[in-house]
């Protein structure tokens, strides 16, 4: 079944549900997981939008995806951490990236919930994580 995960997690309201449904089918299939935290930053000399990562460092960042990490671990359920870093709009191709580097059997990750017009203007991750890859993609909401 879905022995391997890749669970994208960021700072949005429902990255809770991504992290609590992660677990339930790594617990369910015995399997272990990859936590992706992708911080995205402008193209220098470009303005990137509203959807900028914010100021935290590259070591707040990763103590946060390690302490995630070990909430897994005390679950009884195998994990990793990893943080990458990319340009503003290319967090999709990250993650799917990372999903073929660990060879997962499905990737978890959110969905912001953005309305229509903005998901249009905006993009929208998880859409192109889902049309990006070939492995199952479970969206949380």
Same mark, same amino acid.
């Given at each position: 079944? &879905?022995?391997?995960? =890749?669970?994208? +997690?960021?700072?949005?309201?429902?990255?809770?549900?991504?992290?609590?449904?992660?677990?339930?089918? *790594?617990?369910?299939?015995?399997?272990?997981?990859?936590? =992706?935290?992708?911080?995205?930053?402008?193209?220098?000399?470009? &303005?990137?939008?509203? #959807?900028? *990562?914010?100021?935290?460092?590259?070591? !707040?960042?990763?103590?946060?995806?390690? @302490?995630?990490?070990?909430?897994?671990?005390? @679950?009884?359920?195998? *994990?990793?951490?990893?943080?990458?870093?990319? +340009?503003?709009? &290319?967090?999709?191709?990250? $993650? /799917? !990236?990372?999903?073929? $580097?660990?060879?997962?059997?499905?990737?978890?990750?959110?969905?912001?919930?953005?309305?229509? =017009? #903005?998901?249009?203007?905006?993009?929208?991750?998880?859409?192109? /994580?889902?049309?990006?890859?070939?492995?199952? /993609?479970? /969206? +949380?909401?």
């Amino acid at each position: 079944m &879905y022995e391997k995960l =890749l669970v994208a +997690v960021d700072h949005s309201e429902c990255t809770g549900r991504v992290i609590d449904a992660a677990r339930e089918l *790594a617990r369910l299939a015995g399997g272990e997981v990859w936590l =992706l935290h992708v911080l995205e930053r402008a193209a220098p000399g470009k &303005y990137a939008g509203p #959807a900028l *990562a914010g100021n935290e460092t590259r070591a !707040e960042e990763q103590a946060t995806v390690d @302490a995630v990490a070990g909430e897994f671990t005390k @679950a009884g359920i195998k *994990a990793h951490g990893e943080l990458r870093h990319t +340009v503003f709009g &290319y967090a999709a191709r990250e $993650i /799917v !990236e990372d999903a073929k $580097i660990h060879d997962v059997d499905a990737i978890v990750m959110g969905s912001r919930g953005r309305g229509d =017009l #903005a998901g249009l203007v905006l993009g929208s991750t998880a859409h192109k /994580v889902i049309h990006l890859t070939d492995r199952p /993609v479970l /969206v +949380v909401r």
